[in-house]
T-cell receptor, first 114, second 112 residues
């Protein structure tokens, strides 16, 4: 069966510091991958999605970037964090090659910026 | 692009009562409509979904109905229990079928 792993689970970073969050999927090949951000008590905002290695689409302009160096690895990065980057970051995957499929979420990373 | 509106934003019911959450969408090309349940501090989990070729789908106490003409779909929870308390999100696919647009969420509180 497929599993998705995100780490770290929680992270406290100072303003201006860099960021790297990692997500990996097991048990499937060439999944669609997604990064979402969820502010406290709010909905899900799609940040990036990828349909293959090196293919990244950005939904919201910001100081974050994403990379997909391997088939089942998705990384969210920032060179300099802002206070507004605080939130709950969720990685998700879906089956590729067939449209209209559910997305399955990882356990998330709770990021606090001080 | 797709726009999904979800109502109500909060819903409080007594244990054993039914709960209904409604969503409307804008893109007539949308064909897939999942519902997620998110408990406090946890990840959203898929609880039920429906595709456009079906008008209703049921799984034990949970059911989803879809009206493609009116572009709205609803989640129905019967015989609610305290463990049903959570935030529920509806979603709809955009035209490529690869991305989901989520509603704003409904906080359901089931009082024992």
């Amino acid at each position: 069966s497929q599993t998705i792993h995100q780490w770290p689970a929680t992270l406290v970073q100072p303003v201006g510091s860099p960021l790297s969050l990692e997500c990996t999927v097991e048990g499937t090949s060439n999944p669609n991958l997604y990064w979402y951000r969820q502010a406290a008590g709010r909905g899900l905002q799609l940040l990036f999605y990828s349909v293959g290695i090196g293919q990244i689409s950005s939904e919201v302009p910001q100081n974050l970037s994403a990379s997909r160096p391997q088939d089942r690895q998705f990384i969210l990065s920032s060179k300099k964090l802002l206070l507004s980057d605080s939130g709950f970051y969720l990685c998700a995957w879906s089956i590729t090659g067939t449209v209209n499929q559910p997305q399955h979420f990882g356990d998330g990373t709770r990021l606090s910026i001080l | 692009g797709e726009n999904v509106e979800q109502h109500p934003s909060t819903l409080s019911v007594q244990e054993g009562d039914s709960a209904v959450i409604k969503c409307t969408y804008s893109d007539s090309a949308s064909n897939y409509f999942p519902w997620y349940k998110q408990e406090l501090g946890k990840r959203p989990q898929l609880i039920i979904d429906i595709r456009s070729n079906v008008g209703e789908k049921k799984d034990q106490r949970i059911a989803v109905t879809l009206n493609k003409t009116a572009k709205h779909f609803s989640l129905h929870i019967t015989e609610t229990q305290p463990e049903d308390s959570a935030v529920y999100f509806c979603a709809a696919t955009e035209w490529t079928g690869n991305m989901l647009t989520f509603g704003g969420g409904t906080r359901l509180m089931v009082k024992p």
